[in-house]
């Protein structure tokens, strides 16, 4: 088909040329031969007037020109592909579909680890990619290469809708030898306690729940640094020190590791996970069914499967 004197195919060729910035690159992800690639850049350079990649060095880069029209593109192919969804049959029993969701891994383990085990006998070829919360990831949402986004209440975007997919409690956590969880915590013995803080990158260097520590304006000793929710538990595990995270990762954990709970001895936020979908793929059936299991496990405070 095409539009303007554009053969329509070639946008996706486009889309593909300009993420890998490889003419053989792009040629293997599209299943087409090298030549077959050369010729759609040639036709795409013609119908612009613009090389649209140039060679820099031993790389090649996107023009101006280029980048600006791919940022349009990105969302014009997502558009395209929400038109589809919505009248494409979905079948959970049959389809081998792959859904890309950004989670962390507190979710990971909390949500999709009994998801994964449910859709093994609902929907067996389902595919599921979880990736880490990113800088880019709102950015991915918008150009369709993420399907959903589950993120704290302080991370989502203003640019798409969101729904609140449940709440979690934090609490402390620390070995079972502990001496400190004998008796009630005081806020005393938390802040001269060792702790365990998870770091989870340079945009957002320290988790929610350490971020509204920080707003008590009392500082904590810290022994160890993690990158990781699910490193935290074993962290204390055999030691004094203590650590905050969630509830019900917690409790996870405590069927695995000797560590025990306390309520924080103070008042303390809870958490809130929402979720996010591009408005224009909101009717996917795909999509829909997957989050309507995602809501499922949710909302169960105590999975016997898990």
Do not use: W
Not at 153 to 177: A, K, N, T, Y
């Amino acid at each position: 088909m095409r539009l303007k004197g554009l053969d329509l195919n070639l946008l996706l060729a486009l889309d593909v040329l300009l993420d890998e910035r490889s003419v053989s690159r792009s040629a293997e992800r599209l299943h087409l031969s090298q030549p077959a690639m050369s010729a759609a850049l040639r036709r795409l350079r013609e119908y612009f007037n613009d090389p649209i990649l140039k060679q820099h060095g031993k790389r090649m880069v996107s023009t101006p020109h280029a980048l600006i029209i791919h940022q349009e593109l990105k969302v014009v192919l997502a558009s395209v592909e929400a038109l589809i969804s919505k009248t494409a049959f979905f079948d959970s029993a049959t389809t081998s579909r792959k859904f890309t969701i950004t989670a962390s891994d507190y979710l990971a383990q909390v949500i999709f680890v009994p998801l994964i085990k449910h859709l093994r006998n609902v929907a067996p070829n389902i595919q599921l990619e979880i990736v880490p919360p990113a800088d880019s990831t709102h950015e991915l949402l918008s150009q369709g290469s993420i399907d959903l986004v589950i993120l704290p209440e302080q991370m989502i975007s203003d640019e798409f809708p969101s729904e609140l997919l449940f709440e979690d409690r934090f609490v402390i956590v620390g070995c079972q030898s502990n001496p400190v969880f004998t008796q009630a915590m005081t806020e005393e013995t938390f802040y001269t306690s060792g702790h365990v803080v998870v770091k989870l990158g340079s945009r957002r260097p320290i988790s929610v729940s350490d971020q509204q520590l920080e707003a008590h304006k009392k500082s904590r000793d810290t022994d160890i640094l993690v990158g990781s929710f699910l490193l935290a538990p074993e962290m204390v595990v055999g030691t004094d020190r203590l650590t905050v995270m969630h509830e019900r990762l917690a409790n996870i954990f405590a069927t695995r590791v000797p560590i025990v709970t306390a309520p924080l001895p103070f008042s303390f936020p809870s958490i809130k996970e929402h979720v996010q979908v591009h408005s224009a793929r909101s009717n996917d059936p795909g999509i829909q069914y997957i989050l309507q299991k995602i809501k499922e496990i949710a909302i169960t405070k105590t999975n016997p499967n898990i």
